[in-house]
């Protein structure tokens, strides 16, 4: 699945360059999908979905099974100490009254900061890092374009360390998984539509 450049991103006409400004973007991945009809938005796409986008292989069920069974363990999965802010408190009083769904809310592991029609940004904080994730979906003439992004925010001196033991995992089998469920989900959605419409 490829990566695309920052400078590219940010290019994007997307609302998450201005709340997390400054917060280091440690990787964004793009994949095309089917143009199936005009119009599609992300909120519509994950709603028709069941929340299906971001269903992953076994093997990287059982990865984060462990992982989350070490974090449990060893307390990382734990709120930081000190005083930490959301990345919902950067968002103005228009990003909230626009947001479909209210800032905090939990989502499996993580929690809204927004979600738009076409752009949803989530954030999930511990004791190793302060990261969010942004999907966005962008329509062109001939196709769609699914964005995936993340952001990491430093927490403490064991934030690079986490990264670097977690990067291979990241980047070879857990991204990868998601962005080609988030394909399938899309293709099986688009499918059944089209065999509705023509039936």
């Not at 997390?20 to 796409?45: M, N, Y």
């Not at 299906?52 to 990287?60: G, I, K, L, Y």
């Amino acid at each position: 699945m490829p990566q695309i450049s920052r400078q590219e991103f940010e290019l994007l006409p997307l609302r998450v360059h201005s709340p997390l400004a400054g917060v280091p973007l440690h990787d964004v991945w793009v994949i095309d999908l089917p143009h199936a009809r005009c119009g599609i938005t992300l909120d519509g796409f994950l709603r028709k979905a069941n929340a299906r986008q971001c269903t992953t292989s076994p093997t990287v069920r059982t990865l984060l099974n462990i992982r989350l069974f070490v974090g449990g363990l060893l307390g990382l999965d734990r709120e930081p100490g000190n005083a930490w802010e959301s990345f919902a408190a950067r968002l103005i009083a228009d990003d909230r009254s626009k947001s479909l769904l209210p800032p905090g809310t939990h989502e499996g592991l993580f929690r809204v900061v927004y979600r738009f029609e076409n752009e949803q940004l989530v954030e999930i904080v511990n004791r190793t890092v302060h990261a969010a994730a942004l999907s966005a979906l962008i329509e062109t003439k001939n196709r769609y374009c699914f964005y995936f992004a993340v952001y990491v925010r430093k927490v403490s001196r064991f934030t690079p360390v986490y990264m670097a033991v977690i990067d291979p995992f990241r980047k070879l089998l857990v991204y990868p998984s998601i962005l080609r469920s988030v394909r399938s989900n899309w293709e099986r959605l688009f499918e059944k539509l089209e065999s509705e419409s023509s039936g």
